[in-house]
């Protein structure tokens, strides 16, 4: 099976590679590797200059070029822009409770674990139905002070509704090499579902690229085959 690394970030939003950088690595390590800088009002990437900036970048270095949206937000760019990408990922990475935002890295955790997770479902099934996403980027991850009930929280009832949704728009289900979701239980519901994976290393720093051991172990175990792992489409330059 060929190694993937879809989820890859540059200096072009929260990390000190270069898209040069990675390209060269990537070659040496015979990795299909994609640059998914973040588009959001939290980093670099937030207002069309740099977005257009970033694609030529990564289009002369020939690598397919993506983007991770903020679920929730408002993606800063319109869609004529959007068009230019292989591929567009949506994650999740604040949740509103109780008319606040609680942010997943940094933020002292709600006191109401339950309307935590229920923002958190409905926030990823609204983008699902709606959104112009490709792929649901490190979904089920939970923030630390939940990550121990991880089981408990996301049960077959929960998962079946993200893949249920993902499954009627066709967004492919990201495995993460970082955060190590979805865990196999819940992966392997997903399969069920008829889903597509990508895979992904989530790489803010050079010893992170290509990490994605985890999503190939539980790809080998759960038996998916090949055709199942979501490669993007090169648009022409």
Not at 54 to 82: K, M, S
Not at 84 to 95: I, P, W
Not at 183 to 189: F, I, K, V
Request: hydrophobic letters at 45%; glycine letters at 6%.
């Amino acid at each position: 099976m060929r190694k993937i690394d879809l989820h890859i970030h540059t200096v072009h939003s929260d990390s000190p590679l270069t898209v040069g950088e990675v390209a060269r690595r990537a070659k040496r390590a015979q990795v299909v590797a994609g640059i998914c800088d973040h588009l959001s009002p939290y980093h670099k990437m937030f207002e069309p200059g740099a977005f257009d900036a970033y694609v030529a970048d990564v289009r002369q270095h020939h690598l397919p070029v993506g983007a991770e949206y903020c679920i929730g937000e408002e993606i800063p760019v319109d869609g004529e822009r959007l068009d230019r990408l292989d591929y567009l990922l949506g994650g999740v990475h604040a949740v509103t409770v109780d008319g606040g935002n609680y942010f997943f890295w940094g933020s002292t955790p709600p006191p109401e674990e339950e309307a935590f997770v229920e923002s958190y479902l409905q926030a990823t099934l609204a983008a699902l139905a709606a959104d112009p996403l490709d792929v649901l980027a490190h979904p089920t991850y939970l923030p630390a002070p939940f990550a121990d009930r991880y089981e408990e929280i996301w049960t077959d009832e929960r998962c079946a509704a993200l893949w249920e949704a993902a499954a009627a728009r066709d967004v492919a289900v990201e495995i993460s090499g970082r955060w190590l979701v979805p865990r196999e239980r819940q992966l392997r519901l997903a399969c069920d579902f008829g889903l597509t994976f990508a895979v992904g290393s989530d790489a803010h720093r050079a010893a992170e690229l290509f990490n994605v051991a985890y999503p190939l172990a539980v790809i080998e175990r759960l038996g998916i085959p090949e055709e199942r792992l979501f490669l993007p489409r090169p648009r022409p330059a």
